[in-house]
C-alpha cells in the first residue's frame, strides 16, 4: 500500500514522463528508482512525542538561552496560509533551537529539511519518525533525486509548512554563504494558494562546534555525524551561550517559478532579508575590532566605530557601546580560550576561531576584516 504523498507524487506529470522513459531509464527499474528515494524521504511527525524530545536533550539545550524576536511574525504567517522558513545555518543546535522557538511560543511545527548524515542510528530515527525531518542528498546531480525531491516537497507543502536552509549547510568559515535553490525552487513549485517564504536569522553569542568548523573553514568531506557529536560534546564543557532567533516579513511568491533566474533573484532577495535580521551580538563585534594585541581601552574604541557603521546601515543590534560589548564578550572568549586578557591588554590565542566570529558581519560591512588579526 501506498501512503497518500507517494501516490501524489507518482501521479505527478514530470514522474509520470520519467517513468515512460524521458530520461532514458523506464519501467520497472525507473519506478523502483523512484520508491527508493521516496521511501527515504518519507518522514513523520508525531508532535506529542517530538515536544517530549526537550527533556532528553536538556543536558544541551539548558545551555542554550533562547530569544526570539518578532514571533508574532510568525503566528501572522501561519494563520494566513502555508509558510516556507529560510534560515541561515550556523550549527547543529539550529535545528533544536530555532524549532522550539516556534513551539514554545503556539506556532504549528514545520517539517524540516535536514543533510542525509544526521540520519544514522538512533538520532536519524528520531529525525525521520518523530521531529518529522525531511534527510536531503545536498551534493547529489542524479535527475531521478531531484525530480523526486522537488516533487515530494511540493505534496508536502499541501498539508505541512517547511523548514530548511538555503545556504545547504552549515557555513564553516562564519559568514553568510552564497543560497542553493533547489529546495527554494522545490517549495515554489508547489505553488500553494496562500504560501509566504518568512525569512528567519539565528545568531550565538558563542556556536557549540565553533573550533571545529574554524578549523576547516571550507567543507571537503562529509565526516560521520557520530565524530562531530563527539566533538559537540567536548567542546560543551564550560559551554553557556544565547541564541537569537528572528522572525522577518513575510514576503509573497510573485514570480514565475519555472524561470531559473526569477527563482535565483528570489532566493537572493530572501537571504538578504536574512542577512539583515541577523543579531549582531558582543562576540562578533569585539572578533571584529580585535587586534593581534591591543589595550582594552582601544579596543573599546574600536568597538564603537564597527558599531556605529553597524548602526547606520540599519543592522538589528544587540549591543549599542563598544564599552558593552567588551564587559559582554571578553569573558566568554577568554573562557572559550579564544582570547587572553591580562593587565589591561587583550591578545589573540586562537586567531581561526577570532576569524570565524568576526566574518558573521562581513554581509552587513560596506569594506569586512580582511583580516587584522
Given amino acids: ?13 514530470e514522474i509520470a514522463r520519467y517513468l515512460e522513459g524521458s530520461h532514458r531509464e523506464s519501467g520497472r527499474a525507473a519506478r523502483e ?22 527533556h532528553p536533550l536538556y543536558p544541551i539545550l539548558r545551555k542554550i538561552e533562547r530569544v526570539a524576536e518578532h ?15 529560510a534560515s541561515n545555518h550556523k550549527s547543529h543546535t539550529d535545528y533544536l533551537v530555532e524549532l522550539l522557538v516556534l513551539d514554545e511560543n503556539g506556532v504549528r511545527p514545520p517539517i524540516i529539511a535536514a543533510g542525509i548524515n544526521l540520519f544514522g542510528g538512533p ?16 551534493n547529489t546531480r542524479d535527475p531521478a533525486y531531484l525530480m523526486t525531491l522537488k516533487a515530494y516537497v511540493a505534496e508536502l507543502l499541501r498539508k505541512h509548512d517547511l523548514f530548511f536552509y538555503p545556504e545547504g549547510g552549515r557555513s564553516y568559515s562564519g559568514d553568510i554563504k552564497t543560497p542553493k535553490t533547489g529546495l527554494m525552487h522545490a517549495a515554489l513549485q508547489a505553488e500553494h494558494p496562500h504560501m509566504a517564504v518568512l525569512p528567519t536569522a539565528v545568531a550565538y553569542d558563542l556556536v557549540l562546534e565553533d573550533h571545529v568548523l574554524a578549523r576547516q573553514r571550507i567543507k571537503r568531506t562529509q565526516r560521520p555525524f557520530s565524530r562531530e557529536l563527539a566533538e559537540m560534546v567536548r567542546y560543551a564543557v564550560g559551554y553557556r551561550s544565547r541564541a537569537f532567533v528572528t522572525f522577518g516579513k513575510p514576503i509573497a511568491v510573485d514570480i514565475d517559478v519555472t ?12 537571504m538578504h532579508a536574512v542577512g539583515r535580521l541577523y543579531k549582531v551580538l558582543p562576540t562578533a563585534v569585539i572578533a571584529g575590532a580585535m587586534r593581534p594585541s591591543i589595550t582594552r581601552r582601544d579596543l573599546e574604541g574600536r568597538a564603537d566605530a564597527v ?10 543590534l544587540g549591543v549599542q557601546s563598544g564599552a558593552e560589548a567588551a564587559d559582554a564578550a571578553l569573558e566568554l572568549l577568554e573562557a572559550r580560550g579564544i582570547v587572553v586578557v591580562e593587565r589591561g591588554r587583550v591578545r589573540v590565542r586562537d586567531r581561526n576561531v ?7 558581519l562581513d554581509h552587513l560591512l560596506a569594506s569586512p576584516s580582511r583580516r587584522t588579526h
Avoid: C, W
Avoid at 123 to 138: K, N
Avoid at 259 to 270: A, I, K, Q
Avoid at 307 to 316: D, S, V, Y
Fill in 354 to 360: 577570532l576569524r570565524y566570529y568576526a566574518r558573521g
Fill in 1 to 13: 500500500m501506498l501512503d497518500e504523498i507517494t501516490e501524489a507524487v507518482l501521479s505527478r506529470e
Fill in 307 to 316: 558599531i556605529e557603521t553597524l548602526r547606520a546601515g540599519g543592522a538589528n
Fill in 123 to 138: 538520532l536519524g530515527l528520531l529525525h525521520r519518525h518523530v521531529t518529522g525531518a525531511m534527510p536531503i542528498r545536498r
Fill in 259 to 270: 524561470s531559473r533566474r526569477e527563482v535565483l533573484d528570489f532566493t537572493h532577495m530572501v
Fill in 33 to 54: 528508482r523512484i520508491q527508493g528515494y521516496l521511501e527515504e524521504l518519507r518522514t513523520t511527525q508525531r508532535y506529542s512525542i517530538y515536544r517530549a524530545l526537550k
Fill in 71 to 85: 514571533i508574532d511574525a510568525a503566528r501572522a504567517a501561519t494563520r494566513a496560509g502555508r509558510v516556507v522558513y
